[in-house]
């Protein structure tokens, strides 16, 4: 099992330019989660999704969508990048019932000039 | 709205006992979760605490008391390998979790 995977790694983008960051999970959870963290804050929770189909937003959603594009991926979307938008983006996901416990995808490291 | 709040940072030694504190300002959750993050790596769950009192597992031990509203993480036996960011998490049952700052844990020789 790969658990969660995110693509890409790595992406320095210019001020108005649009990317998707991709998460897809092999754990057949339901709950899927995106969160951005940076220097030395927690995650804030960007959108979240309870099973596929839905979406939510969380703590942080201006400048951001979401597409739960089936029950194993759930992409985000950046529409006109800022470089208020600069940090390292996390996607998550969970058993259904389960939110406490969150797997996490190995990061996106995001810089926007 | 939820505030949490830990230590930015904390020292331990080598092989010793150290204690991360979280207080909260936040009403109707249903319980506490922990997370290690490694620097440049991806945060992991460690333990909840969906009652009060203490929960074991292995060198980590949590506790939650919500009529004190606070939580700690206590970690025994420490290694070099420990040394990473910590944090605490409020579980709202609508499978959300509003994060604390973290604390960064430094293990000492």
């Known amino acids: 099992n790969a658990g969660v995977t995110q693509t890409p790694k790595f992406q320095v983008l210019k001020t108005g330019q649009s990317m998707t960051l991709q998460c897809a999970q092999d754990?057949?959870?339901?709950?899927m989660y995106w969160y951005r963290q940076d220097p030395g804050m927690g995650l804030r929770l960007i959108y979240y999704?309870?099973?596929?189909?839905?979406?939510d937003k969380g703590e942080v959603p201006n400048g951001y969508n979401v597409s739960r594009l089936n029950k194993r991926e759930f992409s985000l979307r950046l529409e006109s990048a800022a470089p208020s938008q600069t940090s390292v983006y996390f996607c998550a996901s969970s058993e259904s019932g389960q939110g406490y416990e969150q797997y996490f995808g190995p990061g996106t490291r995001l810089t926007v000039t | 709205g939820q505030s949490l709040e830990q230590p930015s940072e904390v020292t331990a030694v080598e092989g010793a006992i150290v204690q991360i504190n979280c207080t909260y300002q936040?009403?109707?959750?249903?319980?506490l979760s922990w997370y290690q993050q490694h620097d440049g790596g991806a945060p992991t769950f460690l333990s909840y605490?969906?009652?009060?009192g203490l929960e074991e597992t292995g060198r980590f031990s949590s506790f939650l008391s919500r009529s004190d509203s606070y939580g700690y993480l206590l970690l025994q036996e420490l290694q070099m390998k420990d040394s990473a960011s910590y944090f605490c998490?409020?579980?709202?049952?609508?499978?959300?979790?509003?994060f604390g700052t973290g604390t960064r844990l430094t293990i000492i020789p």
């Open positions: 936040t009403s109707g959750f249903y319980g």
């Open positions: 605490n969906g009652l009060d």
């Open positions: 754990m057949n959870h339901n709950s």
């Open positions: 999704s309870a099973s596929e189909g839905t979406t």
């Open positions: 998490a409020v579980h709202f049952g609508n499978e959300k979790l509003t």
